[in-house]
């Protein structure tokens, strides 16, 4: 499975990636929206990762331009202290959307279910 992630921060990269090792996942990171498009175009991965958060990219225009151009997964996280980022995320038909605390451990099961579907 090939994943690309909107993350800055390097300690969660390094997470993300961490994980996409040990489940066999493969993963890509940008921060920018022509950079995420880019990584979407050149590697057609099956999921990505946004963080709701963000102040480097608005995560609900890029989601708002995949849901529209590619048949992709969204997985969003978002603190738990921001309960209208969820909202906004489901309503724009996220697949998953996670507070950060759940993150990982979400994300570990999401990979591990698409690796055993394919």
Sequence with gaps: MRLVAATSDLFLRSRIAELAKQTGADPFFG??????????????????????????????????????????????????????????????GFEYVVPNSNFLSSLRRVLLERTEDD
């Design 31 to 92: 921060t920018g929206p022509d950079e995420l498009k880019r990584l979407i175009s050149e590697n057609r991965p099956e999921l990505v990762i946004l963080d709701l958060s963000s102040t480097d990219y608005d995560p609900f225009s890029v989601a708002r331009e995949l849901k529209t151009k590619f048949n992709i997964r969204l997985f969003g996280l978002f603190p738990h202290v921001k309960a209208d980022l969820k909202k906004r995320a489901d309503e724009m």
